[in-house]
């Protein structure tokens, strides 16, 4: 059964970074695509940044070059590093997986809260 768990969420200041990990239960290479979600309180769920199994990234819109997404097969992992974060980044932020059958898999997601 595929699991993905996602860590490395919190509590920062605004202008302050984080590293969200998730990490699969699962070779990455059984997916077509990984990436990242978020659920601001009152707000629809969007695409923060997604990375192909061959690499190729894509960004939410707008993109902000604030966020980049990586990923690292050998440790099944999935990151999202947000640079200069604002308070409108406040938000569930959710691990999301695209299978070969365009199954979508989630994790749980990992808050993140950041203050002005």
């Known amino acids: 059964q595929v699991q993905l768990v996602e860590s490395g969420g919190g509590s920062v200041q605004a202008g302050g970074s984080l590293r969200l990990s998730c990490v699969a239960s699962?070779?990455?290479?059984?997916?077509?695509?990984v990436g990242w979600h978020r659920q601001a309180p009152g707000k629809l769920r969007e695409m923060v940044a997604e990375?192909?199994?061959?690499?190729?990234?894509t960004f939410g819109n707008p993109v902000e070059e604030r966020f980049s997404i990586s990923k690292d097969n050998a440790k099944n992992a999935v990151y999202l590093d947000i640079q200069r974060l604002k308070p409108e980044d406040t938000a569930v932020y959710y691990c999301?997986?695209?299978?070969?059958?365009?199954?979508?898999?989630w994790g749980q997601g990992t808050q993140v809260t950041v203050s002005s």
């Open positions: 699962v070779s990455l290479a059984d997916f077509r695509r």
């Open positions: 999301k997986a695209t299978g070969r059958d365009y199954f979508d898999y």
């Open positions: 990375i192909q199994s061959i690499g190729i990234t």
